[in-house]
């Protein structure tokens, strides 16, 4: 049974549970669960993160935590019972979790691995705190350390400030609002902080200077690596200032053996030490490490003779340096220790060695020896910040390695009260002494002792440095003949201070002999004593001491025998009668000095305080001893404090009428001595001291009255500092008045009391005199009030002690109030009274309700008199923020109320016109941008508005009540209103608080919400009926629209975590603004008209917010405007407009989603339902609906990573909407730039054009004014026409569209002529002329057209379920588009098949794309068809102004006859009709209407023949008309496809399908079409005869045979004709003559339909032969049995780079069929890719030919700039590249041409043959001229291919009027803008074999053939062909890669090159595999030869 759960309340998940049972609910590892209920081992509870999901899970899976449980029962809530800190950093880390992943994914990495270490440091922290074992110090360090983590992740992230105070979360609603945003900005500064450690933090408002940070160097020895000294050592580190050239530290001594370890075992790893106490100030000085190595042995290192072995001297070694500065760097970061290693250098003369240090920091090399390698001294270094105490907590390891403390040579910056010191710093200086006879100098070593009175040597009180014991005897090193040593040694003397009263020092001097003996000799001594008779010490100087003589005989026993002596020059002078018979004598020529330095707490070196401390010695003196004690420096005051102070109040009882004065005096000098920060530290000395040993019981009376006396004085004095001083000593001034009254008062049991209160009176009505006087014309003055303010809140403490709170609140007011007003006092005073009220505040005095009472009204008089002037608003702030944070936490008192009461009546109206001047100064400031005063920083602003909103909190409704009735007026109401309002309101807009002060911002938003809803009673009771005021409600609806719309109240955008917190907390206060909006909005009545349409933008903001409760309490106030309007109007035009615009403008803001179109649509339709005006209501809500739809496709398309095409058709849809549906010219005009701009990003300049002809066309040629718009100045409509005009014909000339910019010019012209202006006609006109040139001679290329089909409820709305025509882009193919919209939409599924999809796919959720490509249906029919029209213009026709395109399927009907399949191959045809013709405004259009004909197969035939027909017309008409000049070799090549297809059987096919008796029985309907198809064959026998006569008339002599075998042939065409066709037995004239003998040149026969022929300009005529190129992947029918060769001829004259012969890959998008059946390579993956192209298929791949007929006839792509010539249609890389000549057939339609076979198997045989001998000659030419004018027309390939006269061998070709097998491809000659060609196309191919179609290795590969052929062909009579062109095996390429470049132009080839291009065999071997090799470019000047010749062979003839 399950029973609730009593303890076990919380815990956490300790192993996943995936809820296998009943109920079980599914939990993660770490995930915190509620626990409700129990039941044998199981519990049932609730996972905190899905609090609504319960369920079961295992009770050993959970780890119980203890927790506070709240509101037992249903609804209870469970906090755990853990430090804060750590639920934070729980929460902390799992929602850092998931962002960090994000980091990743988003590739920021750096902040990733940053992010990842601070998230472990977190985990670990969190673990150590968990743990339990850490100390209180520890915790809190813990804690910080987290604490800043946790700040910087936030920041880091984005996330919220979390506002802290000690390092707890604090609870916004314990705190005032000033006390909650000073947190945030202290949060805010640690985050910055805890990156750059400072050292010293800012002083906070109220709170005493802090002290400057100690720093400490701690530093370890770690060894002395490759030491050669070979003796014992001693290492002396200490730190030297190079700028004041003296040592600041003691000397840190380390002894190391002679193998460089050191000397004491137990020193190993200790050799440490921390130099203590260096101020910031040292920190920046430029400081060394400096390390003195000392020897100790030998007096010479290398010279064993030298001196007797059992002696050591300490000898000097070596020194080695260290900069400070350049090491801080690198290790004021590290939490850790850091080596160098520091090199010794020895020193060249020993008499330098004091300043060795010096010479190496200098770098005076010539004084050192560097060693020989980098060995030296190891050291590590680490760098401490802190007091000591915080060091030995921080870092107890290094104290307990046995750390030497070496402490700083004088005292620190700070002296604390218990730093007992007593240290005597000697340094051994110098020392002059005779030779004494010797030849040599001496050496020199000084013994030291210091005695005390009775001759007994102190032991252990001298200390060579810290780390080793101090000894009692000093021997100094010794310097080797020298009688002038210089030491400079530093040694601590440690004497204790009983004992250094009648010590002395004496030195002993000796001459070391390094002769055999080796004895020191003495021979002379100095002494001085360490204090002076009158009890001062020895002074901080350098003492140069008298050298006595004595000898080892001598004796010191009796030290009073010399101490009698003199021992310096001074001590001489002081005594002038010494006997001269004493056994010492002086010796005058020898002097020795020291220098010492005292640092002693106890010691002193002033005369004048000892004589102060022993006054009564000195009675007479005492005025001027107590006169002279602001003399003495502050150090020693400070160690003598108690003393002083006993002896001033001992003298000050002695006479008080005498001394008085002088003591008060004396007072105030030491009170102000401890304000300095170097003695702040003996304040606490003082406290103790009056508490603890003050005893001067009657000194109160004296110090009241000097007190007043200087007061009273204030007025007349013009010297006032003594009486400023006396201000200042204030506070300890009254702490001894008062300790003093208290013991009196105590030894007398109170007596005098009223006395002392009267005085105390007294004194204050002297201190509110002082406070009077008007200070303007005196500065001094000013200081004394100043110097009186700052100190007096000091004294409250004080006087506490003696008086109630109520009288101690009187006397500060009465002081308070006694200041002249604002306007009397200067500005620095102003400041000095605030800070003074600022700190009254503060102070304890006015935490008790009963002072604030009484102080409170002074207060707030001067703030509200300041912030009325607007000054000192700061301080303002600061003191109104205190008073809020003392009301706040005693807000459960009874007098608080009365105390807001007073705060609203004083403040509220002030704080508000104060914000509203302060935010409008920051904006203009920022409009400005010009210098910003500090009043209007957004701090500034900060503090103001917390403390408006603390007191906005702090009202209850009684205030609001009060504050509301106690207007006056209503004027002042609506005023205060406004002010109120507009304050909001800014809040809002201007983000006072940053962003990531989400606390902040919601308990604004929330003291906003409450408080809107106490004012907008007043709002509706007092603005509504007659005194309606539209200022006022429209201010309340753009608060509250605004308010709705912050940024930090959009719950949708936060963790579910976050979003609970704030609900349970605050709410949705969007929800109970709405209400509020609402009700007022109800509460308006018939006003509503005035905010119509003015509210409907905001209103319509507020219900796209994503909140479903907002949206439907808003939504219905549009059908309430609607309402309101229709009845006004009559109609809802205005709501309309403005809704409409409104929407297009937020949605593209990114509100609303599909749910609010819905919402929306459901809410107003049910509220229209009921109204008279339902139609048009439905209607215009059906319409915004329809309109939001758009809008929502146009948003995620732009903000999308989407591709233009996608933008471009999102935008043309939602355009053609505002025009269409809505008719929103304006919206329509803003979308065209919108797409105009796009079109251009794309470079898509026509359709640019297109998009702003639509403007061009709203605007007339007028003069009326239009407005500014958009970019557009205001002009008139005629300027902005004519600029447009100009815009669109410049974008058609950039987009080659210059039949399309030729109207436009036009129109200008006539407008032009219309005003006479002749210039601009002029530039017009020429302009015209310009683009009718370009038509001419510029290269355009052709596009593809695909056809699209999006398919699935996936896509956008404007594609979903329809069909688009897309015009491709430049040399664009099939495979190409289709990989462009499978990369534009990654989620299509692409479609195998063309058929019409079903339904299933048009309504499943996915997207599916279809794609194939179509052929345009020119409309301009006529201008194709007429023969005189250059070719170059007909292109243009083909393929623009295009609204028809249709595609092709072959299909079989009935049974297939295999001998001839023409018989059953029917023709599907699909024609698509557009919307609009391309190219428009898209570059893709809709398809409104498709129709469906299927073609017979004798329809078929008809077309075929028909189109071939006109084609041959058009030709042989333009050479009748001498249109082609000169070369006539285009009709060559297409007399010789028709005729040599013919005579193979071509047309032959035809007649054995339709003419034979079976079909025409069977077929009787047909016998029309079967004459009709008679005629065309009779007629185009005619017109070859018409064509043979003008070949024959303008043949070259040496095309002769070509001519003679093409007459030949045609006789056996007719012949074959003949017995079918009778009527065609009358031939030509022209075709008689002589036959000459077939010429093995091929062309593919493509017939072609008359509305599809495809013209395209060209820059000049073929005069050349070009290379041929087949691509032959055709299926076709089986007649060919023989293997047809193909012959191919090459020519190694014609103008093409070699690059050029390799751009022969199969096209992607179309592959050639043949006329049966071909596999399209356009329809997409019905054939493998390399399937397109290859010679033939084996049977089983055959029955892909079928669908290959539904690709469209293809109209080779890229016709005028790819190929300057020709291409055949079936877009493949045209496969016969510069034949004959270079030449394009047209698109045709399919056909059924049985001409057409493959050749199923067999050889490629290309010959080399009877043209061999020309291609060593220059070819003749055409004129220059002839190369760039004549245009090139199409010409039909021959339907079957020739049988070569070379070999017998049928060289079959599959050509196919469907697909143009055969395509044309030509090189540029005349001129090219096009770029240069590709070169990357077959060079990296491997070569490879070809002998059959069975040794391909896969029955796909596609082939190309470059078949170059010469320009003039002589006889045919086979020549063996020489090696100089190598057979060459072309290797098809890739079908992917992009089309070839067009050719450079004009590079004529070198007749002598021998690497030619093409597939060549020698006749010889014509059987040998085929190599591939590849032909280069040759230089330009053989080039020129070439075409020189070619032209002189032309003129000749």
Not at 27 to 37: A, C, K, N, R, W
Not at 879 to 906: D, H, P, Q, R
Not at 1258 to 1280: C, D, I, K, V
Request: hydrophobic share 35%.
């Amino acid at each position: 049974m399950w029973t609730p759960t009593e303890e076990e309340k919380y815990g956490v998940v300790i192993c996943s549970f995936r809820g296998p049972v009943p109920q079980g609910l599914v939990l993660e590892l770490g995930e915190t669960v509620q626990i409700l209920e129990k039941c044998e081992g199981w519990y049932r509870g609730v996972s905190i993160k899905k609090p609504n999901v319960k369920g079961i899970f295992p009770a050993n899976y959970i780890h119980l935590k203890k927790a506070v449980v709240s509101n037992r029962g249903q609804y209870e809530t469970v906090v755990p019972l853990e430090d804060s800190v750590i639920t934070e950093v729980t929460a902390t880390l799992q929602e850092w979790a998931a962002l960090w992943k994000q980091l990743y994914v988003k590739h920021k990495i750096d902040l990733f691995y940053k992010l990842r270490h601070v998230m472990n440091e977190l985990i670990d922290l969190r673990r150590q705190l968990l743990s339990g074992h850490l100390t209180q110090d520890q915790v809190r360090e813990v804690k910080r350390h987290l604490t800043v983590r946790l700040d910087w992740g936030n920041e880091h992230l984005g996330l919220d400030l979390v506002p802290r105070k000690d390092f707890e979360v604090v609870d916004s609603d314990q705190i005032s609002v000033s006390d909650l945003y000073k947190m945030h900005l202290s949060s805010r500064h640690s985050v910055q902080q805890s990156t750059s450690q400072v050292d010293t933090i800012r002083p906070r408002h109220g709170e005493a200077c802090r002290l400057p940070v100690p720093h400490h160097f701690f530093l370890s020895l770690k060894s002395f690596t490759y030491n050669t000294i070979g003796e014992d050592a001693d290492v002396f580190f200490f730190l030297y200032d190079v700028r004041e050239g003296k040592q600041i530290s003691e000397r840190f001594l380390v002894r190391l053996n002679k193998n460089g370890g050191p000397k004491n075992p137990e020193k190993i790893d200790r050799m440490c030490a921390l130099f203590t106490d260096l101020s910031s100030k040292d920190m920046k000085k430029d400081l060394y490490i400096v390390a003195h190595v000392i020897r100790i042995g030998r007096m010479l290192l290398n010279d064993t003779r030298k001196g007797p072995s059992h002696l050591c001297y300490r000898r000097p070694y070596g020194c080695a340096v260290l900069s400070v500065m350049d090491v801080i760097p690198s290790i004021s970061e590290l939490k850790e220790e850091k080596d160098f290693v520091l090199k010794v250098y020895t020193c060249n003369n020993e008499n330098e060695w004091y300043q060795i240090h010096e010479n190496i920091i200098r770098k005076s090399s010539t004084k050192y020896t560097a060693p020989s390698s980098n060995y030296g001294l190891i050291i590590s270094l680490q760098l401490l910040r802190g007091e000591m105490e915080q060091i030995r907590r921080e870092y107890p390891m290094i104290f307990n390695r046995g750390v030497a403390v070496t402490r700083k040579i004088g005292f620190p910056d700070v002296i604390m009260p218990g730093d007992i010191r007593n240290d005597l710093y000697l340094t051994l200086e110098k020392g002059d002494f005779e030779r004494g006879g010797k030849s040599v100098q001496k050496n020199i070593e000084v013994t030291m002792y210091v005695l005390y009175a009775d001759g007994e040597i102190l032991k252990e009180c001298i200390s060579l440095g810290s780390g080793e014991p101090s000894r009692s005897v000093y021997h100094s090193f010794v310097l080797y003949h020298s009688n002038s040593p210089r030491w400079g040694e530093v040694i601590k003397l440690p004497i204790p201070i009983d004992r250094f009263r009648g010590s002395h020092l004496r030195f002993e001097f000796r001459h070391c002999s390094t002769k055999d003996k080796g004895e020191k000799k003495l021979f002379g001594f100095a002494f001085t004593p360490l204090m002076r008779d009158d009890g001062t010490t020895l002074s901080d100087d350098i003492h140069e001491l008298y050298v006595y003589k004595c000898d080892e005989n001598s004796t010191f026993n009796n030290h009073a025998l010399y101490l009698g002596l003199p021992c310096c020059k001074e001590d001489y002078n002081g005594c002038p009668n010494i006997p001269s018979s004493l056994i010492f004598q002086r010796s005058t020529k020898e002097s020795f000095s020291v220098s010492t330095q005292l640092s002693s707490t106890k010691l002193t070196q002033n005369v004048d305080l000892l004589a102060l401390l022993k006054w009564k010695a000195y009675p007479d003196r005492v005025m001027d001893i107590l006169g002279r004690l602001r003399h003495v420096s502050g150090e020693e005051i400070v160690k003598f404090l108690q003393d002083i102070l006993d002896t001033l109040f001992v003298i000050l009882d002695d006479n008080t009428e005498k001394y008085g004065l002088l003591v008060f005096q004396s007072l105030v000098f030491i009170i102000n001595l401890l304000r300095d920060s170097k003695y702040f530290h003996f304040r606490p000395v003082m406290d103790t001291y009056i508490q603890k040993h003050f005893a001067g019981a009657l000194a109160y009376k004296e110090l009241i009255r000097c007190l007043k006396w200087y007061m009273d004085r204030s007025a007349e004095l013009v010297r006032q500092d003594h009486i400023q001083e006396a201000m200042r000593a204030l506070e300890y001034l009254f702490k001894f008045i008062v300790q003093s009254r208290i013991l009196y008062s105590r030894a007398t049991c109170g007596m005098e009391e009223e006395q002392f209160r009267a005085s105390i009176q007294e004194l204050f009505q002297s201190i509110r005199f002082v406070l009077s006087l008007d200070s303007r014309s005196s500065e001094t003055l000013i200081f004394t009030q100043a110097a009186l303010l700052n100190s007096f809140p000091a004294i409250f403490d004080e006087l506490l002690q003696m008086f109630t709170v109520q009288e101690v609140a009187e006397f500060v007011r009465g002081t308070l109030g006694s200041m002249p007003s604002t306007v009397h006092i200067g500005q620095s005073m102003d400041v000095v009274k605030l800070q003074s009220i600022a700190r009254t505040v503060d102070s304890r005095l006015f935490s008790f309700s009963e002072s604030r009472r009484i102080l409170l009204p002074v207060v707030l008089h001067h703030i509200h008199l300041h912030l009325r002037q607007q000054k000192e608003l700061l301080i303002c702030s600061g003191i109104l923020s205190s008073i809020f944070s003392i009301i706040k936490t005693s807000s459960m008192e009874a007098g608080v109320l009365e105390e807001v009461e007073m705060m609203v009546e004083s403040l509220l109206d002030v704080l508000l016109q104060t914000l509203l001047t302060i935010m409008s100064k920051s904006q203009s400031q920022e409009a400005v941008r010009g210098q910003r005063c500090p009043q209007c920083t957004a701090e500034i602003t900060g503090e103001y508005v917390s403390c408006l909103l603390s007191l906005l909190r702090q009202m209850s409704d009684t205030h609001f009540q009060h504050l509301l009735d106690n207007f006056q007026s209503k004027d002042e109401l609506k005023e205060f209103l406004l002010k109120s309002f507009c304050v909001f309101r800014n809040l809002m807009k201007m983000n006072v608080f940053p962003r990531d002060w989400m606390v902040m911002r919601l308990l604004t938003s929330n003291i906003i919400v409450t408080t809107v809803q106490y004012l907008s009673p007043a709002l509706h009771k007092n603005f509504t009926e007659t005194d309606f005021d539209f200022k006022v409600w429209n201010s309340y609806f753009s608060l509250s629209v605004l308010f709705i719309n912050q940024p930090s109240l959009q719950l949708e955008s936060v963790t579910p975590a976050k979003r609970k917190k704030i609900l349970d907390k605050y709410g949705d206060m969007r929800v109970m603004m709405a209400y509020e909006l609402f009700s007022m909005w109800q509460n308006l009545g018939e006003h509503k008209i005035h905010f119509i349409p003015g509210m409907i933008g905001p209103f319509l903001g507020v219900t796209l917010v994503p909140q479903p409760e907002v949206r439907n309490i808003m939504i219905p106030i549009f059908h309430d405007m609607m309402d309101w309007e229709q009845r006004k109007n009559g109609s809802f035009k205005q709501v309309e407009a403005e809704l409409i615009d409104k929407l297009d403008s937020l949605v593209s803001e990114g509100k609303g989603d599909e749910n609010y179109r819905e919402l929306f649509s459901l809410l107003l339709l049910e509220k229209i339902e009921q109204e008279t005006w339902r139609e048009t209501g439905v209607s215009f809500v059906t319409s915004v609906t329809r309109l939001m739809e758009r809008l929502l496709d146009y948003r995620d398309c732009m903000k999308g990573d989407e591709t233009e095409n996608k933008k471009i058709g999102c935008t043309v849809n939602l355009m053609n909407f505002y025009k269409s549906e809505i008719n929103k010219e304006e919206m329509y005009i803003r979308y065209i730039h919108k797409l105009c701009d796009m079109h251009l990003q794309a470079e898509n300049y026509t359709e640019a054009a297109f998009t702003l002809l639509l403007y061009c066309e709203l605007l007339q040629w007028e003069e009326r004014p239009l407005r500014e718009f958009l970019h557009y100045p205001s002009q008139t409509e005629w300027q902005r026409k004519e600029g447009l005009c100009r815009k669109i014909i410049h974008y058609f000339n950039k987009g080659k569209s210059w039949e399309f910019g030729i109207p436009l010019c036009r129109e200008l012209a006539i407008q032009y002529e219309s005003l006479y202006d002749y210039q601009s006609l002029s530039w017009i006109r020429k302009m015209e002329a310009t683009y009718y040139d370009n038509i001419m001679e510029q290269q355009r290329l052709e596009p593809e057209f695909f056809r699209v089909g999006f398919y699935g409820r996936k896509f956008p709305f404007f594609l979903r379920n329809k069909e688009y025509v897309c015009r491709g882009h430049d040399y664009e193919r099939l495979e190409a588009f289709q990989q462009r919209m499978l990369s534009e939409f990654p989620q299509a599924i692409a479609m195998q098949h063309p058929n019409h999809p079903d339904d299933s796919i048009l309504q499943c959720d996915a997207q599916y794309l279809q794609i194939y490509a179509v052929t345009p249906i020119p409309d301009n029919i006529e201008v194709l068809q007429m023969d005189r029209v250059p070719d170059r213009i007909k292109s243009f026709y083909r393929v623009n102004n295009i609204r028809k395109f249709r595609y092709d399927r072959p299909f079989h009907k009935g049974p297939k006859d295999k001998e001839n399949e023409f018989k059953s191959l029917w023709i599907e045809r699909t024609t698509l009709t557009l919307t609009h013709s391309l190219p428009g405004i898209s570059r893709w259009f809709e398809v409104e209407r498709r129709e469906l004909v299927e073609v017979s197969p004798l329809e078929n035939a008809i077309q075929v023949v028909e189109n071939k027909n006109q084609e041959l017309r058009t030709l042989i008409s333009q050479y009748q008309h001498k249109q082609m000049h000169g070369n006539i070799n285009l009709l060559s090549m297409c007399l010789n496809g028709v005729i040599d297809a013919a005579v193979n059987g071509g047309i032959a096919r035809y007649q054995e399908a339709f003419f034979d008796r079976d079909y025409i029985t069977t077929h009787p309907g047909d016998a029309e079409k079967i004459t009709q198809l008679k005629e065309l064959m009779h007629e185009q026998v005619h017109i070859l005869g018409v064509g043979l006569a003008v070949h024959e008339k303008f043949v070259h002599p040496e095309m002769r045979p070509l001519h003679k075998k093409l007459v030949d042939q045609f006789q056996m065409m007719r012949s074959s004709l003949y017995h079918e066709l009778p009527a065609l037995d009358k031939l030509s004239p022209a075709c008689s003559g002589t036959s000459t003998p077939r010429s093995s040149m091929l062309v593919s026969h493509s017939p072609m339909s008359p509305e599809s022929i495809k013209l395209v300009h060209r820059h000049s005529p073929l005069n050349m032969l070009g290379t041929v190129r087949h691509s032959s992947s055709s299926l076709s029918s089986h007649t060919s049995s023989e293997a047809g060769n193909l012959v191919i001829l090459t020519d190694s004259s014609v103008g093409e780079t070699a690059e050029d012969m390799y751009h022969m890959q199969a096209s992607p998008s179309t592959s050639s069929l043949s006329s049966t059946h071909s596999a399209p390579s356009q329809m997409i993956n019905s054939a493998p890719p390399s399937a397109r192209g290859s010679p033939s298929l084996p049977d089983k791949y055959r029955h892909n030919r079928e669908l290959m007929m539904l690709l469209p006839t293809h109209r080779d792509r890229p016709s005028s700039a790819m190929y300057p010539a020709a291409i055949m249609e079936n877009g493949q890389h045209p496969n016969f590249q510069r034949a004959l000549f270079q030449q394009v057939t047209g698109p045709c339609k399919p056909c059924s041409d049985p001409n057409l076979s493959v050749a199923e198997k067999g050889h490629y045989s290309l010959h080399f043959d009877a043209f061999h001998h020309h291609l060593n000659d220059a070819p003749p030419a055409l004129p220059a001229r002839t190369l760039r004018k004549s245009p090139l027309h199409p010409i039909p390939a021959s339907p079957t291919s020739p049988q070569s006269g070379l070999d017998g061998s049928n060289s079959t070709l599959s050509g196919s009027a469907s697909s143009g097998v055969s395509s044309l491809s030509e090189s540029n000659f005349g001129h090219s803008s096009e770029p240069p060609p590709r070169t990357d196309t077959m060079d990296s191919v491997p070569s490879q074999t070809w002998n059959t179609d069975e040794d391909l290795e896969t029955p796909y590969l596609p082939v190309r053939y470059s078949l170059s052929e010469p320009d003039v062909l002589e006889t045919l009579k086979s020549q063996p062909c020489r090696s100089h062109s190598a057979p060459t095996g072309v290797i098809p390429q890739d079908a992917m890669d992009p089309p070839a470049l067009p050719p450079k132009p004009y590079h004529s080839r070198h007749p002598n090159m021998e690497n030619e291009e093409g597939i060549i065999l020698e006749e010889d071997e014509k059987h040998r595999a085929l190599h591939r090799k590849i032909s280069q470019p040759i230089s330009g000047a053989k080039e020129e030869q070439a075409r020189v010749a070619w032209e002189h062979g032309i003129s000749e003839q």
